[in-house]
C-alpha cells in the first residue's frame, strides 16, 4: 500500500510564500510521476502542477504559472510545491498525487493511483 506524507501546509500573508512537501512510501520513486492539486471549500478539486518521472518536464495551471514551482529529488523520494506570491484564491486543502500506470494527461486526477491525506493552506488579505 503507497501512502503519500505532505507537509508543509499553514496560514501566511497575501504576497508570502511556502514550501510544500510529499514522501511516497515507495521503492523506487523515480519511477511515479507526482503531482498536486488542489480542493477549495465548495469547488471541485483542481489540477495545480504535475513533474513526470525522471526528466525535469512539469505542468502547471494557468492560475499558479509563474508562482508555483513543483520539483522531485528523487534521491530523497520527495516532491516540492514552492508557492511564491500567494494569494487569498490559492487558499484550499493541497493533495499530493502519485501516478505509477500514466504517461500522459496529468491534468487529470482519474490518471494518478495514489492519493495522500492533504494538507491545509489558507492566505490571508
Known amino acids: 500500500q503507497v501512502q503519500l506524507v505532505e507537509s508543509g501546509g499553514g496560514l501566511v500573508q497575501a504576497g508570502g510564500s511556502l514550501r510544500l512537501s510529499c514522501a511516497p512510501s515507495?521503492?523506487?520513486?523515480?519511477?511515479?510521476?507526482m503531482g498536486w492539486f488542489r480542493q477549495a471549500p465548495g469547488k471541485d478539486r483542481e489540477f495545480v502542477a504535475a513533474i513526470r518521472r525522471r526528466d525535469p518536464y512539469t505542468y502547471y495551471a494557468d492560475s499558479v504559472k509563474g508562482r508555483f514551482t513543483i520539483s522531485r529529488d528523487n534521491a530523497k523520494n520527495t516532491v516540492y510545491l514552492e508557492m511564491n506570491s500567494l494569494k487569498p484564491e490559492d487558499t484550499a486543502v493541497y493533495y499530493c498525487?502519485?501516478?505509477?500506470?500514466?504517461?500522459?494527461?496529468?491534468?487529470?486526477?482519474?490518471?494518478?493511483?495514489?492519493w495522500g491525506q492533504g494538507t491545509q493552506v489558507t492566505v490571508s488579505s
Open positions: 515507495v521503492r523506487t520513486f523515480s519511477g511515479y510521476a
Open positions: 498525487a502519485a501516478s505509477e500506470h500514466y504517461r500522459s494527461d496529468y491534468y487529470y486526477s482519474t490518471k494518478y493511483d495514489y
